[in-house]
């Protein structure tokens, strides 16, 4: 697959096909990678790869999944690229403070949902599906780690369909955060916060909303409106019958988190070090759970971006 640039944007690489969705008006899902390349173990996170694209596909939206490969930012990878992407050890972690060294070093990473936001708000498209956001850690008090995900989104016009945060993550503190960060948050068919992992955190959203056409309606209010440029989560639930076992999932959360504090991980490597620890932990239940939640919130996304298109309206 040959790849474009946006014309004069020297910096963004679309692929034919998205970039030709983008020009028709057609919906356009935009999707992570650092959840293929960091999130999911090998070699399950290359079949999740290709069958996130086909729920997208068949839901009738283009999938654009978003990466840094040898200092190019590439907008809709095509087979080898999502090979490299999810087998490839070398990929770094890349958060939207990442991408312009990436770039000048020529290096080749997997994008955040930081990352992923800004860049996908920067190449027109309008709606992103990922797992869970990463938010204020448990910890937050000693070690001011809260995730760089809730910045971006605090100041990226872009519409998110994801299970919640992270359950890892202190859940009421993130939605604090994301209140005084005044992005506007709502549940989908839902009146409580989805636990990722879990159906519910058991914690209230303030808006519910039943389908993508409500959502749509929604975006465009918001653009209407044209205040300052931030997102619009829409916090997709686990089906109740396909979550972790909540017992299951403290017990072993419980265990995580002291095996972080022992092996003093930090930084960029703890979120990962959880999400893997969870994997073993449960014996992969936790792994079934998560993928359950990431393709609901795919499925989702490519129906908000087909409800929001407006084809045949080329870019300007
Ligand atoms: N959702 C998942 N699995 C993941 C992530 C999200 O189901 O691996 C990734 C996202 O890329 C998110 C990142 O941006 O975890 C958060 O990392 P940190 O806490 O270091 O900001
Ligand atoms: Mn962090």
Not at 22 to 37: K, M, N, Q, Y
Not at 86 to 100: E, V
């Amino acid at each position: 697959m040959l790849t474009s640039t946006i014309p004069g944007d020297r910096m963004l690489h679309l692929s034919d096909e998205v970039g030709e969705a983008l020009d028709r008006g057609s919906p356009v899902v935009a999707l992570e990678s650092t959840i293929i390349s960091h999130g999911l173990p090998q070699p399950r996170n290359l079949e999740v790869a290709r069958e996130l694209e086909q729920i997208v596909r068949k839901e009738g939206a283009i999938p654009a999944t978003i990466a840094v490969l040898d200092g190019n930012v590439h907008i809709g990878l095509n087979k080898h690229q999502l090979i490299r992407i999810a087998t490839h050890n070398d990929m770094r972690k890349l958060g939207f403070r990442d991408l312009s060294v990436a770039l000048a070093t020529g290096r080749s990473g997997a994008t955040t949902v930081s990352a992923t936001a800004f860049l996908a708000a920067r190449a027109g498209i309008e709606v992103f599906a990922t797992g869970g956001l990463g938010g204020v850690h448990r910890d937050w008090a000693s070690s001011l780690d809260e995730s760089a995900d809730l910045d971006t989104l605090s100041r990226t016009r872009i519409t998110v369909v994801c299970a919640g945060v992270k359950s890892i993550l202190d859940v009421p503190a993130t939605l604090q955060r994301l209140e005084s960060l005044n992005v506007t948050v709502v549940g989908y068919r839902t009146t409580t916060f989805p636990g990722f992992y879990l159906h519910s955190s058991g914690e209230p959203v303030d808006w519910s909303l039943d389908s993508p056409e409500e959502i749509a309606v929604v975006m465009r209010a918001r653009d209407e409106l044209d205040g300052p440029a931030s997102a619009l989560v829409v916090a997709n639930p686990v089906p109740e019958d396909e979550q972790l076992r909540p017992d299951l999932h403290d017990l072993v959360l419980a265990d995580a988190l002291a095996a972080m504090r022992e092996e003093g991980v930090v930084g960029q490597a703890i979120t990962p070090f959880l999400l893997d620890y969870l994997v073993r932990g449960t014996k992969g239940a936790s792994l079934e759970a998560n993928l359950a939640a990431v393709r609901g919130n795919v499925r989702l996304g490519a129906q908000i971006a087909r409800a929001f298109a407006r084809p045949h309206i080329a870019r300007a």
